[in-house]
Antibody
Framework: EVQLVESGGGLVQPGGSLRLSCAAS????????MSWVRQAPGKGLEWVSV???????YYADSVKGRFTISRHNSKNTLYLQMNSLRAEDTAVYYC????????????????WGQGTLVTVSS | EIVLTQSPGTLSLSPGERATLSCRAS???????LAWYQQKPGQAPRLLIY???SRATGIPDRFSGSGSGTDFTLTISRLEPEDFAVYYC??????????FGPGTKVDIK
């Protein structure tokens, strides 16, 4: 059974740092495209970052230079290092797998974690 | 930069009615990379439709997707009580790498 479990959220002061983890089971993180998606309270979904199976990484402009996505292959875990946090980074952070669902090459975020809440406030 | 616009923002309907949700892209999007998600309060999003028109595993056939290019539609043929939720379209491809629409809330009339 595929499962994604996030951890590491909490309350942090503006300018502070936090590292989120996403432990995967049922598939291999390093063989897949893995993303972080966040949702501010009462707002919509916002893509944050992706790491491709080959190791390339991409970020939303809103977090570029402050957040770093990475993975630990032997732990089958995805990470998001968040530095220089701002109030507007307050959100539930989800990890999700961007998977190829059909042989024809159609894709989607097919598995999601339950999310972890990050609150940036003094 | 591709922007996704969803309409309407809120759709108020009764159980048994048909729901038609629109997603419009500012530039052409590959159908292979257009997906729809359902999100209920306090829950993670769930994949409904991938490749613009294919239902994900376990999704009832009352959900259908269509469209191409810049105009995509999610249709719920007969609303069940469990279908009242927020629906997001999403694309992959151009910078930014992934984009979500702002969502359409389907609530009970």
């Amino acid at each position: 059974e595929v499962q994604l479990v996030e951890s590491g959220g909490g309350l942090v002061q503006p300018g502070g740092s936090l590292r989120l983890s996403c432990a995967a089971s049922g598939f291999t993180v390093s063989s897949n495209y893995m993303s972080w998606v966040r949702q501010a309270p009462g707002k919509g979904l916002e893509w944050v970052s992706v790491i491709y199976s080959g190791g390339s990484t991409y970020y939303a402009d809103s977090v570029k230079g402050r957040f770093t996505i990475s993975r630990h292959n032997s732990k089958n875990t995805l990470y998001l290092q968040m530095n220089s946090l701002r109030a507007e980074d307050t959100a539930v952070y989800y990890c999700a797998r961007w998977g190829r669902i059909a042989a024809a090459g159609s894709w989607g975020f097919d598995y999601w974690g339950q999310g972890t809440l990050v609150t940036v406030s003094s | 930069e591709i922007v996704l616009t969803q309409s309407p923002g809120t759709l108020s309907l009764s159980p048994g009615e048909r729901a038609t949700l629109s997603c419009r892209a500012s530039q052409s999007v590959s159908s292979s990379y257009l997906a729809w998600y359902q999100q209920k309060p306090g829950q993670a999003p769930r994949l409904l439709i991938y490749g613009a028109s294919s239902r994900a595993t376990g999704i009832p056939d009352r959900f259908s997707g269509s469209g191409s290019g810049t105009d995509f539609t999610l249709t719920i043929s007969r609303l069940e009580p469990e279908d009242f939720a927020v629906y997001y379209c999403q694309q992959y491809g151009s910078s930014p790498v992934f984009t979500f629409g702002p969502g359409t809330k389907v609530d009970i009339k």
